[in-house]
């Protein structure tokens, strides 16, 4: 039985799809651009999405300290997904690589992914945005 409107097919889709990281042309395919922004807006505002840049939501789930809707993942993972689904491949950071290699014991944040071109998306919710080096 086929769903009946746009947000029950998206809905239906999310729950198919095995990534965390959804970009809004997975869905081009089942209605307009404004019709397929609006469904996204609607999920985000009801907790169900979490927008993480333009163009990328990812999955939600209520936090443990306030019932805000947060990542399933985090922020590190959130970003390596979105970028290798963009096409951008990533890499450790110098940072990582120096505590890997023990030439540091300062462990590195997780803000920072290593990129081999240029990315121009801000990756992020909250106010918590990733920087970008090249690798």
Same mark, same amino acid.
């Given at each position: 039985m086929r769903p009946k409107n746009l947000e029950q097919r998206?809905?239906?889709?999310?729950?198919?799809k095995k990534g965390d990281v959804f970009l809004r042309d997975d869905f081009t395919? %089942?209605? &307009?651009?404004?019709?397929v922004g609006r469904v996204l807006h609607r999920l985000v505002r009801s907790g169900q999405l979490v927008k993480i840049g333009h *163009?990328?939501?990812?999955? #939600? #789930? !209520?936090? !443990?300290?306030?019932?805000?809707?947060? !990542?399933?993942?985090? %922020?590190?993972?959130?970003?390596?997904? #979105?970028? &290798?689904? %963009? *096409?951008?491949p990533t890499a450790p950071t110098r940072l990582e690589e120096d505590y890997r290699a023990g030439r540091t014991t300062q462990v590195p944040a997780g803000r920072a992914v290593a990129v081999a071109k240029r990315v121009r998306r801000r990756i992020g919710y909250n106010g918590t945005y990733l920087s970008f080096e090249r690798a």
């Open positions: 998206v809905v239906q889709r999310l729950s198919r395919d %089942l209605g &307009g651009y404004d019709q *163009g990328l939501y990812t999955r #939600a #789930a !209520p936090s !443990p300290f306030d019932g805000t809707p947060v !990542p399933v993942k985090g %922020l590190r993972a959130l970003a390596t997904e #979105a970028l &290798g689904r %963009l *096409g951008i």
